[in-house]
Each structure stands twice: as structure tokens, then as C-alpha cells.
């Protein structure tokens, strides 16, 4: 069984919704199995659920470990590999939680302790409530042992509609905040 990523010991607005092990690929004696926690941020939801009436979602962030077996040395293009693939699945799992339109558009390097994680970062929309929320999502990929380790999250940075609900959410949200707080919650992932 792969080992939990470590955390930010400083999630309390923040709840856990799932924790599970999954096998990404096994052929020819190769295997990869990740460990992935999904934490959703309780706080804003339920200001959102006061203001506006409207009960879901609005941040995530995740954290996952990938090992492989047998345990290869990391190289520069195993990194590549994994990392391509990473930011790949990390688009789909933004459109499986209801994002649309989902674009990379942006790759860079991130320092995470004294490692270079490769950092994707993504643009998207969600249908909420007949509002248009545009949202940033960014992705984390680094392996600072012989496991990989893949940070990342989502969040709304603006509301496209008009009235009581889409002024009451725009009220709610600060996306220069969400994007700090994610990339403290990214360098503090181990």
C-alpha cells in the first residue's frame, strides 16, 4: 500500500472527501499506484451556502504519491513522463468535477523545498446557479525521494452573470487569497 503524502498541518477550513489507492498502469512487470487525497474547503462553502443559498464545492485541493515498481532511478526523462502524464489527468479530474473548457495554459517550474516541481497551471469555467464562474487551477509534480509527488488544486476567480447570487458569490470570493493560500498548501506538500 503507497504511503499518504504529508500535509499542511494548517487545513482547518478544510475537510477531507476522499482518501483512496489506485493503480495507474501495470504491464510487463511495471506498475505505478497512487495514494490521492481530495480536501475541499468547508469555510467557503458554507459562506456561499448563507449568502447565496447555493450548497456545493467552490475549492479543492489535492495531494498524491506515485510509486513505481520496480522502483526506477529518477531521471530527467522519467520526470518528463510523469509529469505530462500528471498534468493530463489532472485535466480530466477538473472535468470530471464539472469543469468545462479546460486549458493548460501555462508550465513552469516551482521550487518545493529543495526540489524543482514542475507546475502546470490551467484555466476553466463551471455552470453554477445560471452563473459562468471562470476558475484557475493549478498542478504540482516533483519527486523529491524515490516516489513522486503531485500537489495541486482549484478555484473561482470571477463570476460572469447578474444579480442578488452573482453579486452575493463575487462578495465571497478573493482569488488573489485562494491562489496563496494553494501555493503555501503546494510548498508545504512532502
Do not use: K, N
Amino acid at each position: 500500500m503507497v504511503a499518504p503524502p504529508s500535509v499542511a498541518a494548517d487545513l482547518d477550513d478544510w475537510r477531507r472527501v476522499s482518501d483512496g489507492t489506485e493503480t495507474l498502469f501495470s504491464a510487463g512487470g511495471v506498475s505505478v499506484e497512487a495514494r490521492v487525497q481530495v480536501y475541499e474547503d468547508d469555510h467557503l462553502r458554507a459562506a456561499v451556502r448563507e449568502r447565496t443559498g447555493v450548497d456545493r464545492s467552490w475549492r479543492f485541493f489535492l495531494v498524491a504519491r506515485l510509486e513505481l515498481s520496480p522502483s526506477p532511478p529518477i531521471s530527467g526523462p522519467l520526470r518528463g513522463l510523469v509529469a505530462s502524464r500528471a498534468s493530463r489527468g489532472f485535466a480530466d479530474r477538473l472535468e470530471t468535477r464539472g469543469f468545462e473548457r479546460v486549458e493548460r495554459r501555462e508550465r513552469r517550474t516551482l521550487r518545493i523545498g529543495d526540489d524543482e516541481a514542475r507546475l502546470f497551471g490551467y484555466d476553466a469555467h463551471c455552470r453554477v446557479a445560471d452563473l459562468d464562474l471562470s476558475v484557475d487551477g493549478w498542478l504540482a509534480v516533483w519527486a523529491p525521494d524515490e516516489a513522486f509527488r503531485l500537489a495541486g488544486g482549484a478555484y473561482p476567480t470571477g463570476v460572469d452573470g447578474e444579480g442578488e447570487t452573482a453579486a452575493a458569490l463575487t462578495d465571497c470570493l478573493d482569488p488573489s487569497a485562494f491562489r496563496s493560500e494553494l501555493f503555501e498548501l503546494l510548498r508545504a506538500t512532502g
